[in-house]
Protein backbone atom coordinates (compact mmCIF):
# COMPACT_ATOMS: atom_id res chain seq x y z
CA UNK A 1 0.00 0.00 0.00
CA UNK A 2 1.35 3.37 -0.60
CA UNK A 3 -0.85 5.54 0.32
CA UNK A 4 -4.58 5.72 0.94
CA UNK A 5 -7.03 8.44 2.28
CA UNK A 6 -10.42 9.67 3.72
CA UNK A 7 -12.05 13.13 3.81
CA UNK A 8 -14.42 15.16 5.71
CA UNK A 9 -13.74 13.58 8.94
CA UNK A 10 -14.44 9.63 8.06
CA UNK A 11 -12.16 7.21 9.78
CA UNK A 12 -11.56 3.84 9.12
CA UNK A 13 -12.27 1.24 11.84
CA UNK A 14 -9.02 -0.83 9.79
CA UNK A 15 -6.79 -1.66 12.91
CA UNK A 16 -3.60 0.02 12.54
CA UNK A 17 -4.58 2.80 10.12
CA UNK A 18 -4.19 6.32 11.00
CA UNK A 19 -5.79 9.21 11.14
CA UNK A 20 -7.79 10.29 7.94
CA UNK A 21 -5.93 7.12 6.03
CA UNK A 22 -8.04 3.66 5.47
CA UNK A 23 -5.24 1.30 5.77
CA UNK A 24 -1.77 1.09 7.58
CA UNK A 25 1.04 2.37 5.62
CA UNK A 26 2.89 -0.35 3.94
CA UNK A 27 -0.28 -2.79 4.55
CA UNK A 28 -0.60 -5.69 1.69
CA UNK A 29 -3.44 -5.87 -0.38
CA UNK A 30 -4.91 -9.31 -0.53
CA UNK A 31 -6.57 -10.40 -4.12
CA UNK A 32 -9.77 -11.18 -2.62
CA UNK A 33 -12.25 -8.55 -1.17
CA UNK A 34 -11.23 -6.64 1.51
CA UNK A 35 -14.38 -4.97 3.48
CA UNK A 36 -12.72 -1.55 5.36
CA UNK A 37 -15.68 -0.46 7.83
CA UNK A 38 -15.58 3.45 7.73
CA UNK A 39 -17.32 5.65 10.49
CA UNK A 40 -18.70 8.99 9.16
CA UNK A 41 -21.37 11.34 9.97
CA UNK A 42 -24.76 10.12 8.24
CA UNK A 43 -24.44 13.84 6.45
CA UNK A 44 -21.45 13.79 4.92
CA UNK A 45 -20.28 12.82 2.00
CA UNK A 46 -16.82 11.30 1.66
CA UNK A 47 -14.28 10.44 -0.87
CA UNK A 48 -11.78 7.46 -0.08
CA UNK A 49 -8.55 7.25 -2.41
CA UNK A 50 -6.52 3.84 -2.38
CA UNK A 51 -2.89 3.84 -4.49
CA UNK A 52 -0.93 0.82 -4.29
CA UNK A 53 2.15 -1.01 -6.57
CA UNK A 54 1.77 -4.62 -7.74
CA UNK A 55 4.20 -5.91 -9.29
CA UNK A 56 6.12 -2.26 -10.53
CA UNK A 57 2.92 -1.39 -11.84
CA UNK A 58 0.96 1.39 -10.09
CA UNK A 59 -2.62 0.84 -9.62
CA UNK A 60 -5.43 3.28 -7.66
CA UNK A 61 -8.78 3.25 -6.70
CA UNK A 62 -10.73 6.83 -5.75
CA UNK A 63 -14.70 5.72 -4.25
CA UNK A 64 -17.45 8.48 -3.70
CA UNK A 65 -19.22 7.52 -0.59
CA UNK A 66 -22.41 10.31 -0.86
CA UNK A 67 -24.25 11.89 2.36
CA UNK A 68 -28.45 11.30 2.88
CA UNK A 69 -28.52 14.98 1.82
CA UNK A 70 -26.84 14.28 -2.04
CA UNK A 71 -29.80 11.40 -2.36
CA UNK A 72 -32.90 13.49 -0.98
CA UNK A 73 -36.00 11.94 -2.12
CA UNK A 74 -38.18 14.47 -4.00
CA UNK A 75 -41.70 12.79 -4.12
CA UNK A 76 -42.53 9.46 -2.69
CA UNK A 77 -41.51 5.93 -3.81
CA UNK A 78 -44.25 3.56 -3.55
CA UNK A 79 -42.60 0.01 -3.86
CA UNK A 80 -44.71 -2.01 -6.63
Request: proline content about 5%.
Amino acid sequence: MQHSFLTRGAVSKFEGADTHRILPVGYKLNTETLRIPIAREADNAVVATIRAIHEGVEHSCNVFIPGERDFALTTPFVAR
